[in-house]
Protein backbone atom coordinates (compact mmCIF):
# COMPACT_ATOMS: atom_id res chain seq x y z
CA UNK A 1 0.00 0.00 0.00
CA UNK A 2 0.96 3.80 -0.32
CA UNK A 3 2.34 4.98 2.54
CA UNK A 4 2.71 8.61 3.12
CA UNK A 5 5.29 10.80 4.68
CA UNK A 6 5.22 14.16 5.96
CA UNK A 7 8.14 16.59 6.90
CA UNK A 8 8.47 20.46 7.72
CA UNK A 9 6.78 21.25 10.56
CA UNK A 10 7.15 23.37 13.29
CA UNK A 11 6.62 26.45 15.36
CA UNK A 12 7.40 30.19 13.85
CA UNK A 13 5.95 33.54 15.20
CA UNK A 14 3.09 35.37 13.05
CA UNK A 15 4.24 36.46 9.89
CA UNK A 16 7.00 33.51 9.35
CA UNK A 17 6.96 31.10 6.97
CA UNK A 18 7.21 27.42 6.84
CA UNK A 19 7.47 24.78 4.18
CA UNK A 20 6.14 21.08 4.21
CA UNK A 21 6.79 18.06 2.45
CA UNK A 22 4.75 15.10 1.97
CA UNK A 23 6.69 11.81 0.10
CA UNK A 24 4.84 8.57 -0.88
CA UNK A 25 6.07 5.27 -1.56
CA UNK A 26 4.52 2.24 -2.31
CA UNK A 27 2.88 4.12 -5.43
CA UNK A 28 3.86 1.38 -8.67
CA UNK A 29 1.27 2.32 -11.16
CA UNK A 30 1.97 4.16 -13.82
CA UNK A 31 -0.54 6.92 -13.53
CA UNK A 32 -0.56 9.95 -11.58
CA UNK A 33 -1.22 9.79 -7.58
CA UNK A 34 -3.32 12.27 -6.25
CA UNK A 35 -2.24 13.91 -3.25
CA UNK A 36 -3.52 16.85 -0.98
CA UNK A 37 -2.99 18.55 2.14
CA UNK A 38 -5.55 19.08 4.96
CA UNK A 39 -5.54 20.74 8.35
CA UNK A 40 -7.01 19.77 11.67
CA UNK A 41 -7.01 21.79 15.00
CA UNK A 42 -8.48 20.24 18.10
CA UNK A 43 -12.57 20.82 18.53
CA UNK A 44 -12.71 21.90 14.46
CA UNK A 45 -13.50 20.01 11.18
CA UNK A 46 -11.09 19.00 8.91
CA UNK A 47 -10.15 21.98 6.43
CA UNK A 48 -8.72 21.23 2.75
CA UNK A 49 -5.81 23.37 2.01
CA UNK A 50 -4.61 22.40 -1.50
CA UNK A 51 -4.35 20.10 -3.89
CA UNK A 52 -3.54 19.60 -7.97
CA UNK A 53 -6.51 18.45 -9.94
CA UNK A 54 -6.38 16.62 -13.53
CA UNK A 55 -5.55 19.61 -15.21
CA UNK A 56 -2.59 20.34 -13.32
CA UNK A 57 -3.74 23.67 -12.05
CA UNK A 58 -3.14 24.41 -7.92
CA UNK A 59 -6.39 24.85 -6.02
CA UNK A 60 -6.94 25.76 -2.50
CA UNK A 61 -9.22 26.57 0.35
CA UNK A 62 -10.34 29.65 1.14
CA UNK A 63 -8.15 29.94 4.27
CA UNK A 64 -5.07 30.27 2.31
CA UNK A 65 -5.36 31.12 -1.01
CA UNK A 66 -2.69 33.91 -1.79
CA UNK A 67 -0.42 32.68 1.03
CA UNK A 68 0.21 28.89 0.10
CA UNK A 69 1.31 27.30 -2.63
CA UNK A 70 1.36 23.82 -3.38
CA UNK A 71 3.10 22.02 -5.92
CA UNK A 72 3.69 18.17 -7.00
CA UNK A 73 6.99 16.43 -8.46
CA UNK A 74 4.47 13.13 -10.41
CA UNK A 75 7.62 11.87 -10.91
CA UNK A 76 9.00 11.48 -7.26
CA UNK A 77 5.13 11.47 -5.49
CA UNK A 78 6.75 14.27 -3.44
CA UNK A 79 3.87 17.27 -2.67
CA UNK A 80 5.01 20.56 -1.72
CA UNK A 81 2.98 23.30 0.78
CA UNK A 82 5.36 26.47 0.97
CA UNK A 83 3.57 28.19 3.58
CA UNK A 84 3.42 32.45 3.57
CA UNK A 85 2.54 35.37 6.06
CA UNK A 86 1.22 32.25 9.05
CA UNK A 87 -0.89 33.71 11.16
CA UNK A 88 -2.09 32.21 14.64
CA UNK A 89 -5.28 30.44 12.61
CA UNK A 90 -3.02 28.58 10.89
CA UNK A 91 -1.88 26.01 13.82
CA UNK A 92 -3.38 22.94 13.55
CA UNK A 93 -1.88 19.33 12.81
CA UNK A 94 -1.29 19.03 8.78
CA UNK A 95 -2.11 16.15 7.27
CA UNK A 96 -0.72 14.89 3.91
CA UNK A 97 -3.97 12.31 1.76
CA UNK A 98 -3.35 10.37 -1.51
CA UNK A 99 -5.54 8.89 -3.67
CA UNK A 100 -5.12 6.58 -6.71
CA UNK A 101 -8.29 7.89 -8.39
CA UNK A 102 -8.78 10.86 -9.93
CA UNK A 103 -9.59 13.40 -7.52
CA UNK A 104 -10.68 17.00 -8.80
CA UNK A 105 -11.78 17.95 -5.44
CA UNK A 106 -10.92 19.34 -2.41
CA UNK A 107 -14.10 19.98 -0.18
CA UNK A 108 -16.70 21.67 -1.73
CA UNK A 109 -19.89 22.83 0.75
CA UNK A 110 -18.69 20.98 3.42
CA UNK A 111 -17.83 17.58 1.45
CA UNK A 112 -14.21 16.39 1.06
CA UNK A 113 -13.06 13.41 -0.63
CA UNK A 114 -12.12 10.70 1.50
CA UNK A 115 -8.82 9.94 0.72
CA UNK A 116 -7.64 5.89 0.55
CA UNK A 117 -4.04 7.11 2.07
CA UNK A 118 -2.93 9.12 5.17
CA UNK A 119 0.16 10.34 6.65
CA UNK A 120 0.64 10.61 10.07
CA UNK A 121 0.47 14.51 10.08
CA UNK A 122 3.19 17.40 11.23
CA UNK A 123 2.46 19.85 13.79
CA UNK A 124 2.34 23.02 12.65
CA UNK A 125 2.43 25.74 15.48
CA UNK A 126 2.44 30.05 14.89
CA UNK A 127 2.55 32.13 17.78
CA UNK A 128 1.22 35.55 17.92
Known amino acids: QVHLVESGGGSVQAGGSLRLSCVASGWTSNRRLFMAWFRQAPGKEREGIAT???????RYGDAVKGRFTVSQDYAKNTLVLQMNSLAPGDTATYFC?????????????????????WGQGTQVTVSS
Open 97 to 117: AADSGEINVLCDNGYCWEYQY
Open 52 to 58: IYSDGVP
